[in-house]
């Protein structure tokens, strides 16, 4: 089984991990009502998605 020779350097570890940070989600606004929404996501208050209602909202 192949075994390390040398310890890594804390730098090269650092270096390998500096990708792995969690990143923020992207927010876009829903062009119909405004709201602050993920991209690639229905908005939650008006069911708007891709130029369409794709989800019917019942207003309460």
Known sequence: MAV????HSNARTGSR???DR???RQIAYCPQCSTAVPT???CPKCGYYQ???VVEHEDA
């Open 51 to 53: 130029g369409r209602t």
């Open 40 to 42: 690639h996501s229905i």
């Open 4 to 7: 390390p020779k040398r310890k």
């Open 17 to 19: 991990r500096a990708h």
């Open 22 to 24: 969690v990143k923020k």
